[in-house]
């Protein structure tokens, strides 16, 4: 480190102790009106909550997908590095893996998990992409809370399967991100966003 940028650490360390110690002991819920979850259910309203954030964040990655021109669906930023088409791919994949190797929730017929990110034809990824929507939507209107309190094993940790559907909503919105970044490299102004 910089002896010059010393007086600005020292700053941040000062300003961070401040504030832990002015930091309340306890932190309370924003709302009494959220119910706790309790070890047989899943959050109140987390159905409801978790399909609204899904459709939000599914439909802009469908209509960014379909906003692309077929000739940038081979495009990649660098060796190396996904191009827009499996990128794409990519997140459909998961939002079938997710349910079916944590959740137990049986895969479509004719759904191959491992091929499903060598597709690079613009029209089949966009349809492979609704679809996977689809499946999330119709897999998780499906569960009971009980099953959705049901633990599971989600990279090496025991979680609750509910958390697996945050787990899923996470890594297509780090992906949304991601390809409103290669939509914009390429002169392609996400949809929602003119």
Same mark, same amino acid.
């Given at each position: 480190?910089?002896?010059? #940028? /010393?007086?600005?650490?020292?700053?941040?360390?000062?300003?961070?102790?401040?504030?832990?110690?002015?930091?309340?002991?306890?932190?309370?819920?924003?709302?009494?009106?959220?119910?706790? =979850?309790?070890?047989?259910?899943?959050?109140?309203?987390?159905?409801?909550?978790?399909?609204?954030?899904?459709?939000?964040?599914?439909?802009?990655?469908?209509?960014?997908?379909?906003?692309?021109?077929?000739?940038?669906?081979?495009?990649?930023?660098?060796?190396?590095?996904?191009? @827009?088409?499996?990128?794409?791919? #990519?997140?459909?994949?998961?939002?079938?893996?997710?349910?079916?190797?944590?959740?137990?929730?049986?895969?479509?017929?004719? @759904?191959?998990?491992?091929?499903?990110?060598?597709?690079?034809?613009?029209?089949?990824?966009?349809? /492979?992409?609704?679809?996977?929507? =689809?499946?999330?939507?119709?897999?998780?209107?499906?569960?009971?809370?009980?099953?959705?309190?049901?633990?599971?094993?989600?990279?090496?940790?025991?979680?609750?399967?509910?958390? @697996?559907?945050?787990?899923? /909503? =996470? #890594?297509?919105?780090?992906?949304?991100?991601?390809?409103?970044?290669?939509?914009?490299?390429?002169?392609?102004?996400?949809?929602?966003?003119?």
């Amino acid at each position: 480190m910089r002896l010059a #940028h /010393l007086p600005l650490v020292i700053a941040f360390a000062a300003a961070a102790a401040s504030l832990r110690a002015q930091a309340p002991a306890e932190v309370k819920p924003a709302s009494a009106a959220v119910a706790p =979850a309790s070890a047989a259910s899943a959050p109140a309203g987390f159905r409801d909550e978790f399909l609204s954030q899904f459709d939000a964040s599914m439909s802009k990655f469908v209509a960014l997908a379909r906003a692309m021109p077929a000739d940038k669906y081979a495009w990649r930023p660098a060796d190396g590095v996904m191009p @827009v088409a499996q990128v794409y791919a #990519h997140v459909a994949r998961y939002n079938y893996n997710y349910p079916v190797s944590a959740m137990g929730v049986t895969a479509p017929a004719g @759904v191959g998990l491992d091929t499903l990110e060598r597709m690079s034809d613009k029209a089949q990824v966009v349809a /492979l992409l609704e679809r996977s929507g =689809a499946f999330v939507r119709e897999s998780v209107s499906r569960m009971s809370d009980e099953r959705l309190a049901r633990t599971t094993t989600l990279y090496g940790r025991e979680v609750p399967q509910w958390a @697996v559907l945050f787990q899923l /909503l =996470a #890594h297509m919105n780090e992906h949304l991100g991601q390809s409103i970044a290669y939509a914009r490299s390429n002169d392609i102004v996400p949809p929602w966003s003119r």
